[in-house]
């Protein structure tokens, strides 16, 4: 029996040497005859327990046996029509398996005990079971010695012959039979040709018989298999199951033929050998064996099929992942370190992913000559809502015809796990059968980066090389990572100065009035915080007196609390520039300006809004008692004149959603920069309401701010105008915690997205005051609020990550409005809510109105109207529920006269419209103005 490998099982595929219902017992990883219980169980004629595990350890019974050979002979029978029959026999009279008993008894399969006893409940022996098997297809006790001291003798000679011990090692005659043996001392029986009793008169009249398993023309004898089942077993390659290499449905899968019943088959064979033979298998996914040689079991007459089964001795079968593939020759491949001769296996596949793949020899002739990939995508969770999620890929090879990168998916349309929650780092397969995408939570574990050479790094005691676009890591780096074979997918930093909160900006050193000592300095940490810190000038790291004051360095602290630097330099997610100038919006340095940019010496690199900016009020490079510091957001930043920073210091930038913007920085003030009122933005996620904390009056506002759901007081007497609802935009500044300052209603306008190429963008309205089809710009300063403004729940409502598209165009000329705008006089957009499902839930004072003019006098009983499904008063009447896209159905009711109508605000002219007699016609509302119905008559 060839060795069946798996290199790497743990990931994407799992071997299968069966697929059939024994799959569903509970204790299916202990039967040793997978097969045969398969079979037997989809022919009924051994059943699981009522726990449901099958117990292959379990013994059978001889009343067991009387029934199982019954079912072998007579399909489904009703025992009850044998009990009466006469057998002398005395202790099965009211046993369960009296009927079968008396059966089997009747065609002189079994004889008793010799004492007048069957012992029903006894165990049956293994050549006890062999000599029923025997009698079951045919063979005559009397005639092959099965009586008689040598009847034991005799039962093992023939069961050998007729393969009844196939696959079956180390029985013993006297020893009691298993579930699981049995099983398979059956499924061998049930194969094996029947012997037929054959009468022959001589010239004298004389009647004597023979007993043979082949016919006149030396043919085997059709089996019980297929005469009781009306079942035969074919062989061959399995090509397709399901949606995946078929021609048909889920239903069905194929195979390449090799075999009917044991024979070969030919050219001109029926069916001829390599033919694709469809079956009907229903509901069940036959994917795992793909490539491999399989037994069918089929039904020809209801043509269905009893069971599927991977052929061990024809198989040698390898899993890995694509990454461990090399050596490609030829007639040969090495995988995992191993080589393995081929035959035409025609291996190309060449991406450094770490997808799994599989090889099969299914030919049995020691050489690898089949392989399938399936592509696997790693992700993360950027959003998750009550029915959608969004993606984002955590390597940049990911070239998956399935590629799921920063879009939002329909739960409804993938099989995903439940507990899906944003930051979840999942695996994404296809589901070949189903043709669907299966997302998968990922194992992420932990470990600490102990060995670092070219291209890969050791971790808990393996080398792993990175996918691109996964954290650089570094030695001592302890991380959360995720890793296909010996690939990582994903990796986090969890500690050892790998993210902002391991940054800090030196306000001021030892030795000056600060009473400060020469060890001493003070820091400004990124949560806006300060502390004196002792600085250990160990080798490697930057002393107190050669820090460099407004300047940030990652830190890391000693067993004994004192502070290690080292002067900032690129590490995990962040890049630290080298070169770093700062920028007005408009790219100079025009003094009275905003300031927009940071400029690395080769381009201007704009400011994330919520980039963490250090701010020395000092001067750079100057120790002085009085220096301060604090923090601030980059959105703040931007908001601030060029003249009231001086200079930056040091900064590092971080890509996000395909996007390079500074991620933090520190900058030097001689005085604190003042930034514009309301220098940030929030899409209010639920209606803002009236609190008295105090004395004092506030307004809560729930909003996203990008980034997360905020919840924010803002001390005023009543909420202001254009502030009070859901799904509208404020501008704010952040004052002191949940407290903000400064908000203003930001008026957007409801727009869609007519036209996208690269950043530049068009809209079907009026922007700013610039007619429909006006070119703007999406630059560096634009800010991008992702939303699903359908969403029920606030915590559901902001969506991290998500990308701009082009509207739905549902019907010519008619664009489903997908996004809100603020432009600046330049053209440039300031900011953009974008909803992720790419239809934008619209304030009622953004809708038309269906009004109703009706001067033929029309009821209820002649004609329907619906907006989007919703039934309008025909009669007359109004509704705010028509936007740009809905559909306006109109349906004449009257069973004999035609409707003449005239409708504006939909698509199209219809002036003097008519419908006959029960027809119905649908329009598209333009959104551009009310929808207007008017009866004209009904004759």
Not at 15 to 21: K, Q
Not at 150 to 169: E, M, P, Y
Not at 246 to 270: E, F, P, V
Request: net charge negative; aromatic share 8%; glycine share 10%.
């Amino acid at each position: 029996m060839k060795k069946l490998l798996a290199l790497v099982l743990a990931l994407v595929m799992s071997m299968s040497l069966v697929t059939i219902s024994n799959a569903a017992f509970s204790d299916a990883k202990e039967i040793k005859h997978a097969e045969a219980v398969g079979v037997m169980n989809a022919l009924g004629v051994i059943n699981g327990m009522p726990d449901g595990s099958f117990a292959p350890d379990g013994n059978v019974t001889r009343a067991e046996m009387a029934k199982m050979i019954s079912i072998i002979m007579l399909g489904d029978v009703d025992a009850s029509a044998f009990v009466g029959t006469s057998t002398g026999l005395t202790d099965i009279k009211g046993h369960w398996a009296e009927g079968y008993i008396q059966y089997c008894y009747s065609q002189g399969i079994i004889a008793g005990k010799g004492d007048g006893t069957f012992a029903p409940n006894a165990n049956v022996t293994t050549v006890e079971a062999a000599k029923m098997l025997l009698g079951a297809i045919g063979y005559n006790s009397n005639v092959q010695g099965y009586v008689g001291s040598d009847w034991a003798i005799n039962v093992t000679r023939d069961a050998q012959i007729s393969g009844f011990f196939k696959d079956l090692k180390g029985l013993v005659s006297g020893k009691a039979l298993s579930r699981d043996e049995a099983a398979q001392m059956i499924w061998n029986a049930l194969q094996a040709p029947t012997v037929v009793k054959t009468a022959t008169i001589n010239s004298e009249g004389k009647v004597s018989y023979t007993y043979s398993n082949k016919n006149e023309s030396n043919q085997w004898n059709a089996s019980l298999l297929n005469k009781t089942f009306d079942a035969v077993t074919y062989e061959g390659i399995l090509t397709g199951s399901g949606k995946w290499g078929t021609s048909t449905n889920k239903d069905h899968y194929s195979i390449q033929a090799k075999k009917l019943n044991g024979n070969d088959l030919t050219g001109s064979s029926s069916p001829a050998l390599n033919a694709t033979l469809q079956f009907k298998y229903k509901g069940m996914d036959l994917t795992a064996m793909a490539g491999e040689y399989v037994k069918v079991v089929y039904n020809t007459e209801d043509k269905t099929t009893y069971g599927v089964f991977s052929v061990a001795d024809m198989n040698t079968v390898v899993y890995s992942t694509t990454d461990k593939v090399e050596d490609i020759k030829s007639d040969s491949i090495k995988i995992d370190g191993v080589k393995y001769d081929t035959d035409s296996l025609g291996y190309n596949y060449t991406s450094a992913k770490a997808d799994a793949v599989k090889f099969v020899d299914s030919d049995g002739d020691g050489k690898l000559d089949y392989w399938k990939v399936d592509y696997v995508g790693v992700y993360k969770v950027t959003y998750v809502g009550s029915d959608s999620f969004t993606l984002s890929a955590t390597d940049t090879n990911n070239a998956n015809s399935y590629t799921l990168d920063s879009q939002s998916n329909k739960f409804a349309d993938v099989k995903a796990y439940d507990g899906m929650a944003k930051d979840d780092i999942v695996v994404v397969k296809q589901d070949l059968y189903k043709d669907e995408m299966v997302v998968e939570k990922a194992d992420v574990v932990s470990g600490t980066v102990s060995g670092i050479k070219t291209g890969k790094v050791l971790v808990n005691g393996t080398w792993y090389q990175s996918m691109t676009g996964v954290t650089s890591l570094a030695l001592g780096n302890v991380i959360d990572f995720y890793a296909i074979g010996n690939t990582i997918y994903y990796a986090k930093v969890t500690s050892g100065a790998k993210n902002v909160e391991n940054v800090a900006m030196v306000i001021t050193v030892g030795n000056t009035t600060d009473t400060l000592n020469a060890a001493q300095a003070k820091l400004l940490f990124s949560d806006g915080s300060k502390k004196v810190v002792t600085v250990a000038a160990d080798s490697g790291y930057v002393a107190a007196g050669s820090l460099t004051v407004g300047s940030l360095y990652t830190y890391e602290t000693k067993n004994n609390g004192d502070y290690r630097l080292k002067a900032l330099s690129s590490f995990g997610d962040y890049t630290a520039l080298a070169t770093h100038t700062l920028k007005d919006k408009d790219g100079g340095t025009t003094a009275a300006a905003a300031i927009g940019y940071i400029n690395d010496g080769t381009s201007n690199i704009s400011i994330a809004d919520n980039a963490v900016i250090f701010v020395l009020k000092g001067t750079a490079n100057t120790a002085n008692a009085a220096n301060d510091g604090k923090v601030i957001t980059g959105k703040e930043l931007k908001s601030a004149l060029y003249s009231s920073v001086t200079a930056v210091a040091n900064a590092a930038t971080a890509t996000s959603n395909g996007l390079t913007k500074v991620a933090f920085a520190a900058v030097s003030a001689t005085a604190w920069p003042t930034t514009t009122s309301s220098a940030n933005y929030g899409y209010i996620v639920a209606d803002p309401y009236m609190t008295e904390v105090d004395g004092t009056k506030y307004v809560t506002y729930q909003l996203w701010d990008g980034s997360n759901t905020v919840t924010y007081k803002f001390k005023a007497d009543s909420i202001p105008a254009n502030t009070d609802k859901k799904g509208l935009v404020i501008g704010y500044d952040t004052a002191d915690g949940d407290i903000i300052k400064n908000v203003t209603d930001i008026t957007t306008t409801a727009a869609a997205v007519k036209g996208l190429d690269g950043t530049e963008i068009t809209f079907d309205v009026t922007v700013g005051g610039n007619a429909a089809g006006t070119s703007f710009k999406l630059d560096g300063n634009t800010t991008y609020l992702y939303v699903n403004s359908d969403a029920e729940k606030a915590e559901e409502i902001g969506v991290s990550g998500g990308s701009v598209a082009r509207a739905n165009n549902p019907a010519s000329g008619i664009y489903v409005k997908n996004v809100r705008v603020l432009a600046n006089s330049d053209k440039t957009i300031k900011l953009i809510v974008v909803d992720v499902d790419n239809k934008l839930a619209l304030q009622a004072s953004e809708m038309k109105d269906v009004t109703v003019t009706n001067t033929a006098s029309l009821t209820a009983a002649n004609v329907k109207v619906t907006v989007d499904g919703n039934e309008v008063d025909v009669a007359a009447g109004a509704t705010d529920a028509v936007k740009a896209g809905d559909l306006i159905k109109i349906t004449n009711l009257d069973a004999t006269k035609t409707l003449t109508y005239s409708v504006t605000g939909v698509d199209g002219t219809h002036s003097g419209a008519t419908l006959v007699a029960g027809a119905s016609v649908t329009l598209v509302a333009t959104g551009s103005a009310d929808v207007a119905i008017t009866w004209t008559s009904l004759a």
